[in-house]
């Protein structure tokens, strides 16, 4: 059930989810990601497997409390599972690139 909800996620990607695909895919960075792909009980965003770093854009909801409690409960399960989390908003993702894609990259050089 999530790898069918996971594929239909990959064709109703969130423009900031499209852009930041096409600076990923196919190893443009040096490592592979996948998209919406199921880790655990969840469906990450982005997500290097040989890495271990799963990238989450969001959009405008993540303020809300709730939302915020969610995510926090989804990082840690992520954790534990041996991924380290970074979230960029929607915002930073389209109008701050360059600075997006340093941040993926220093991950991968420390």
Do not use: C
């Not at 290097?48 to 799963?54: A, D, I």
Request: charged fraction near 30%; charge should be negative; glycine fraction near 8%.
């Amino acid at each position: 059930m999530l790898r069918d909800f996971a594929r239909r996620n990959r064709k109703n990607a969130t423009l900031a989810e499209q852009f930041l695909w096409e600076h990923l895919r196919a190893g443009a960075l040096g490592v592979e990601f996948l998209r919406q792909h199921v880790v655990g009980d969840y469906i990450v965003d982005f997500a290097s497997r040989h890495g271990g770093l799963v990238i989450e854009v969001d959009g405008g909801y993540h303020s809300e409390p709730r939302q915020q409690e969610d995510d926090a409960a989804r990082e840690f399960h992520l954790q534990r599972m041996g991924y380290h989390v970074m979230r960029f908003s929607n915002e930073e993702v389209l109008f701050e690139t360059d600075n997006v894609l340093e941040q993926i990259k220093d991950y991968f050089e420390q």
